[in-house]
């Protein structure tokens, strides 16, 4: 596994994340940057140590192993006001070697995404629709908990601007057990994201 040590330039608040990646207290119809965070969000701030991290190797921390399968970007576009919205689906395996349930969605700030320099949140209801349109009725994106020596595979989607050139995929493995200290990070290009397979319905049907 190649990891690239390097000062980390995230310095991260916890509330922030919590906020920023959570889909709760976005508009359906936005793209939102995260770059409006509030005072209160900047307030608990943790600096984490990064790493840089490649497409199918493992990486790992206090007991927690994950994989990025995949990284696929959707051919669907949309106009959302003066901007195209696309969307890109990671794919992840996750291994819970700990003895604690782990949490592993955006609420946990385990993930979060930047695009071209700007992090954004996920847009939760319309994405969360488009993932179910991509890979069907049930797809796992991890809502609930993985329990000790559990190992489960899912998605992890974001909404971007249709014109990024890199996104990078933030990830904390141990974020679901409270600690924020290690971070990995997945980048890739537009053109090295792979193709998305043909949606199980088409998203133009669901319009």
């Given at each position: 596994?190649?990891l ?9 608040a916890?509330?922030?994340?919590l ?13 939102r ?21 490649q497409?199918?190797?493992e ?21 959302d006001?003066e ?31 930047v ?18 349109l ?40 141990a ?9 990995y ?23």
């Amino acid at each position: 596994m190649k990891l690239y040590r390097k000062p980390c330039s995230l310095l991260l608040a916890i509330p922030f994340l919590l906020t920023a990646v959570g889909c709760g207290s976005q508009s359906e119809g936005t793209v939102r940057s995260v770059s409006d965070q509030t005072e209160t969000e900047e307030a608990t701030q943790q600096v984490a140590t990064c790493f840089t991290a490649q497409l199918g190797e493992e990486v790992s921390q206090s007991g927690v192993r994950a994989t990025l399968d995949h990284a696929y970007l959707s051919s669907y576009t949309f106009n959302d006001g003066e901007q195209d919205v696309g969307f890109i689906f990671y794919q992840i395996t996750i291994s819970n070697d700990t003895e604690e349930s782990l949490s592993a969605n955006f609420l946990s700030g385990t993930f979060y995404m930047v695009a071209d320099g700007e992090a954004f949140a996920c847009s939760g209801l319309r994405s969360g629709r488009m993932l179910t349109l991509q890979f069907g009725d049930d797809p796992e994106y991890f809502v609930d908990d993985i329990e000790p020596g559990e190992m489960r595979q899912g998605y992890v989607y974001m909404e971007v601007p249709a014109d990024f050139e890199m996104a990078k995929l933030i990830y904390y493995p141990a974020a679901g057990i409270g600690d924020y200290s290690t971070a990995y990070s997945f980048e890739l290009t537009h053109d090295e994201m792979e193709a998305a397979p043909d949606p199980v319905t088409p998203f133009e049907d669901a319009e």
